[in-house]
């Protein structure tokens, strides 16, 4: 495990590399956020990300969310995968941003809970923007549809779209394997802004493809093992630390 130290410094490097980015396409670096993907690393590193000045961390999986979260009381949870209808009660309400909004069924369960509880649940529609049968997300062409339908449900707000492009071919330069598909995405993004103003947020890039999330108008960077060190064997659970 990393000490506290080296995750401020990594938090660094990757904040150069975010802004070195942003600047060399023209843009703003506090324009893009960076989100911290602790998903399998205990809640030590959440805490020492959140000492070092990054709030903002995702989990994928909900059931090693409720296990950690109680443990890094002052994060700004974001929920970045694949979520079934079973664990949309645990979710609203609990994550600033649901990323994983990627069909209508889904996107029912979360307005209803929404509603339930009374609150606003911000979400991100997910495209699967490589056709890649191992990723979530709504399929290109079904994403103007998918933003129309959940903006129409009173206690969503949809402010934007998600993504993650295949995997880079073993021996490419991930930088420019992700490139196109970014670029993708931001032509639909703008696409939708142009329909409804609210969609403006982008969430795409990790830690080997950030320079071309950015350069493509990415407005946050979902960072994991640049920030905390390669992941552990599967997801973290209490008992893994009396072992
Ligand atoms: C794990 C994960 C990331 C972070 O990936 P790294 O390559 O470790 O930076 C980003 N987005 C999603 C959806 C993830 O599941």
Known sequence: MLSAEQVAENLAAVRDRVDEAARSAGRRPVDVRIIGVTKTHPPELAR????????DLAENRVQEWRAKAPLVPEARW???GQLQRNKVRDVVGRHVLVHAADRRSLVDALSARAQLLGVLQRVLVQVNVGDDPAKGGCAVNETLDLVAYARGRAHLAVEGLMTMPPMPPPGHDPVAAARPYFATMRALRDEAQSRFPEVV???MGMSGDLEAAVE???TMVRIGTALFGPRGQGPWSPSQEER
Do not use: V
């Not at 020492?48 to 709030?55: N, V």
């Open 48 to 55: 020492a990300a959140i000492a070092a000045g990054l709030p």
């Open 78 to 80: 974001h929920l970045i």
């Open 201 to 203: 947020h982008l969430s």
């Open 216 to 218: 493509q108008g990415a």
